[in-house]
């Protein structure tokens, strides 16, 4: 009986794998799920069993999910498209009669207006009426959302965003892996919800304070009206629809709709989370 994780061929599946090989889960038992499955060609060659499943393919679905104990269901990336998406694993895991669902929701999915949350809302309530166990790992923002951006920013020798003086619990995709990982490992974990976050939560000015620091000259964040950031990133070449989204996601940040205290993360994964200046410093390091 093994564990499906979907969406492998993504950073956050395989690190999930990784996670789980390093808890002692056989390779054998684990079923690395994804479309490009030349991108996890080498996790076969490490015995982890490799299968084509793409979210628009509901026979490719059934045949990545048989046999499966437990599912790792990583919600997709295509925006607008993904209820669907989602809803096709989840009519295969039930046919199935697979024991676990464990969905990669949003962090505070029930009370958040980001436009973001209204597909994972939508999923959760799927996920409810389906009758399958399900376990909802509530992920908040990833600090590579913002470190990935480092070297833009010591170009302009500004940070930009709509977020105003909010506060985003963030942290790493391999914090939010191995918070996966021991779920899908642990036993009686139906019905629970985990709002998964970083430990300390800061502001984009904060994100700012620490870039400069760390490259030692003064990087600035300039907070915008949610259209003209949605403007400078099309000037950049974010597709509109997506820079909307972002803008968007920065307004709920400063209504605090990605602050989490919880602790359920450093709870799961058994240590501290990743540390903004820790994840900042390992960026530049590597710029």
């Known amino acids: 009986m093994s564990i499906v994780i979907t969406g492998a061929t993504g950073q956050l599946g395989r690190y999930v794998i990784e996670a789980l090989l ?13 479309r490009s499955v030349e991108k996890i060609a080498d996790l076969g060659e490490r015995g982890v069993r490799v299968r084509r499943m793409d979210y628009a393919d ?24 993904r209820v ?16 676990l669902v464990a969905y990669t929701s949003i962090a505070n999915a029930d009370t958040s207006g980001m436009e973001l949350a209204a597909e994972h ?6 996920l409810q009426e389906s009758g399958v ?14 470190t990935d951006q480092l070297p833009g920013a ?18 790493s995709r391999s914090d939010y892996a191995h918070g996966a990982a021991a779920v899908l490992v642990a036993e009686g974990q139906a019905g629970r919800v985990y709002e998964l976050g970083g430990d300390e939560p800061f502001t984009m000015a904060e994100l700012a304070t620490e870039i400069s620091t760390v490259a030692d000259r003064t990087i600035a964040y300039r907070d915008l009206p949610a259209q003209e950031y949605t403007d400078l990133l099309v000037g950049v070449g974010v597709p509109q629809a997506f820079a909307e989204v972002l803008a968007d996601s920065d307004l709920g ?11 359920d993360l450093c709870t799961l994964i058994g240590r501290p989370t990743t540390t903004l200046a820790e994840a900042v410093r390992s960026a530049a390091a590597s710029t």
């Open 22 to 34: 390093e808890r002692g889960v056989p390779a054998q038992d684990i079923v690395a799920a994804g």
């Open 58 to 81: 509901a026979a490719s679905v059934a045949e990545a999910l048989k046999g499966a104990r437990k599912v790792l269901l990583i919600s997709g990336s295509e925006v607008g498209q």
């Open 84 to 99: 669907e998406q989602h809803r096709r694993v989840i009519e295969a895991a039930k046919a199935e009669g697979i024991e």
């Open 121 to 126: 809302r939508a999923t959760e309530a799927i």
């Open 133 to 146: 166990p399900f376990v909802l790992l509530r992920n908040g923002w990833y600090l590579e959302n913002y």
């Open 154 to 171: 010591l170009a302009q020798g500004a940070i930009a965003g709509s977020a105003g003086d909010g506060r985003v619990s963030a942290a």
């Open 253 to 263: 940040i400063a209504r605090g709709d990605l602050l989490v205290s919880s602790g």
